[in-house]
């Protein structure tokens, strides 16, 4: 069996905890199939600012990756839920930060917890299509796909192998060995049910949010669309800024051009409402 998981050895894919100075503290969840690493322009920009950042793994993530089909959602929560409590033990102000099912997983937790503000970066909670609706139905009578076959993905397109290099940088796309692998890779749908469940308890969770909310959204993203988005910003009663910038879903990668205005959005926000150092 390819090892997939030997793609995420290095410093970048690791879970990671900076201390700050100014005695707020903020966790950043990433999203599917992300890792740590996602969170790092983020955080790098975030840490003059005093902040102590948390960036954890998900369990079944990164380095975990060839464990992915044993792990859902419960495991997800749990593992941030400790992380979450600490965060608002130890700091003040407590900001909880999630991107794409990293967002939905902070909608469903934020108001177990006195954190003081929620900031969601195009975050996910359905794909919009027919077959969606179907898996709980669908994962028992088909246990596994072939993501690569099913969906036709040319593996010789430009923009596919830069799309399968954010998630996996380390892979060698020229090598048969590893095309064979991707081509025969099998995802377990029930994987995917487990973030259909993530987005859904996050979509229904977010009526509970009272905190004041940052919501980002890239206008060119095609996994999370921006109308969906919208919808979740509607459903939170507390206050909401919601700013769409020009970017796809990798919105907080520094080559996208919409990443100034993500950092400029972050740092408005945290200025609006007196969360940083200078309000400490």
Not at 2 to 7: K, L, S
Not at 52 to 70: A, H, Y
Not at 106 to 123: E, F, G, T, V
Not at 143 to 166: A, G, Q
Request: charged share 20%; hydrophobic share 45%; net charge negative.
């Amino acid at each position: 069996m390819f090892n997939f998981g030997a793609a995420y050895q290095g410093e970048h894919y690791q879970p990671f905890k900076w201390e700050g100075t100014n005695g707020g503290g903020m966790l950043l969840v990433h999203g599917f199939p992300g890792h740590p690493g996602d969170m790092r322009t983020l955080a790098t920009h975030l840490r003059p600012q005093g902040w102590t950042l948390d960036v954890p793994l998900l369990p079944g993530f990164g380095s975990q990756i060839d464990n992915l089909p044993e792990t859902c959602y419960a495991d997800w929560c749990v593992a941030i839920q400790s992380r979450l409590q600490r965060l608002v033990t130890a700091h003040k102000p407590a900001i909880f930060v999630g991107y794409s099912m990293g967002g939905a997983i902070a909608l469903a937790l934020a108001a177990k917890y006195p954190i003081d503000a929620l900031i969601l970066l195009a975050p996910f909670w359905k794909i919009d299509h027919v077959l969606w609706k179907t898996l709980p139905a669908l994962k028992w009578l088909i246990p596994s796909f072939r993501p690569i076959k099913l969906l036709d993905v040319n593996l010789e397109s430009p923009m596919m192998r830069s799309n399968i290099h954010e998630i996996m940088p380390t892979l060698d796309l020229d090598d048969p060995e590893t095309i064979k692998a991707l081509q025969d890779f099998k995802m377990p749908t029930r994987v995917i049910d487990q973030v259909r469940i993530a987005g859904q308890n996050g979509f229904s969770h977010a009526p509970t949010i009272q905190v004041p909310t940052l919501i980002v959204q890239g206008t060119r993203d095609e996994l999370v669309l921006p109308h969906l988005t919208r919808q979740v910003a509607e459903r939170i009663p507390g206050p909401v800024t919601y700013v769409e910038v020009d970017s796809d879903h990798s919105l907080i990668e520094p080559d996208q051009p919409g990443w100034p205005a993500v950092a400029d959005a972050v740092d408005a926000f945290i200025q609006d409402n007196r969360l940083g150092a200078a309000y400490a």
